[in-house]
């Protein structure tokens, strides 16, 4: 059974940091695409980043290059977002996702077929 559980939401202020991280558990990494999305109150969801688990293929979502980092260990069949300089527009409920395609497809969220549950970040001004 193919499970994903975030971790490491939390609370900082503007311009502060965290790492979220994605737990993939009833597959192993390497032969599919982690994406995380976020969605702020009212508003749709949407790609932040994704990584093809075999080769290490990244992409980011303009708001988010340069500061955010996706990264993954397929020993330890993680995958992590690392986010600093964060500004209260980061403000979301974080998702990671997953397909075994290897489709990094941002703007299309159907691609992905596995959804965690969710890690809420806020950021303070």
């Known amino acids: 059974q193919v499970q994903l559980v975030e971790s490491g939401g939390g609370s900082v202020q503007s311009g502060g940091s965290l790492r979220l991280s994605c737990s993939a558990s009833g597959f192993t990494l390497g032969y599919d695409a982690i994406a995380w999305f976020r969605q702020a109150p009212g508003k749709k969801r949407e790609g932040v980043s994704c990584i093809t688990t075999a080769d290490g293929d990244t992409d980011y979502a303009d708001s988010v290059k340069g500061r955010f980092t996706i990264s993954r260990d397929n020993a330890k069949n993680m995958v992590y977002l690392q986010m600093n300089n964060l500004i209260p527009e980061d403000t979301a409920v974080y998702y990671c996702?997953?397909?075994?395609?290897?489709?990094?497809?941002?703007?299309?969220?159907?691609?992905?077929?596995?959804w965690g549950q969710g890690t809420q970040v806020t950021v303070s001004s």
């Open positions: 996702a997953a397909n075994f395609f290897r489709l990094c497809v941002l703007r299309d969220e159907q691609v992905f077929d596995y």
